[in-house]
């Protein structure tokens, strides 16, 4: 039974720390990725080890049900240390002035833009901000424009421009 418990623990630290090594890859930190890598690595061959030790069924659907359990755990972790930045699409219909100032009181480097939409013109805002603020600036947006249509995605590599002091909060 103990061998069993260790098994699905080792899973539960072995996918997070597998999930923070993809992140650290692909947000360009090799080094650090390097080093969950090894780590990920002596936890894989240390809990097969156990497992192909006493291969039972037991064994092996505990290892696999907390390999699902550590992705969940993994996804979690992810979430909350939200690593990196996102660069956010506000489209709004009226010019949003007022959500203009809001953003850049708060900190935010904004760029805004008029385009032509398919009912008309359509007004849209560019916003770097850490993954960290996702949800203030959300809760600014839902505030000043409830009916906003907003994308974001991660971008790949950013440089100069007032969006890099825009990341850093109000003194």
């Not at 409830?146 to 991660?154: H, I, R, S, T, Y």
Request: no cysteine; glycine share 12%.
């Amino acid at each position: 039974m103990g061998q069993i418990l260790l098994i699905l623990l080792l899973q539960l630290i072995y996918v997070p720390v597998l999930t923070l090594r993809t992140i650290m890859l692909v947000k360009g930190k090799t080094v650090i990725a390097g080093l969950f890598g090894t780590l990920e690595t002596l936890i894989y061959i240390f809990a097969l080890g156990i497992v192909f030790q006493d291969l039972t069924t037991v064994g092996m659907i505990v290892y696999a049900v907390g390999f699902g359990l550590g992705i969940l755990l993994g996804g979690f972790v992810e979430r909350k240390l939200a690593i990196g930045y996102n660069m956010i699409q506000v489209h709004t219909k009226e010019y949003p002035a007022e959500l203009i100032q809001q953003m850049r009181d708060n900190g935010y480097g904004v760029t805004h833009y008029q385009g032509q939409g398919r009912d008309g013109v359509r007004y849209r805002l560019d916003v770097l901000a850490a993954r960290t603020r996702m949800k203030e600036l959300r809760e600014l947006v839902e505030k000043h424009e409830p009916k906003a249509f907003l994308v974001a995605f991660d971008p790949i590599d950013f440089k100069g421009g007032y969006m890099m002091k825009g990341l850093r909060r109000p003194k």
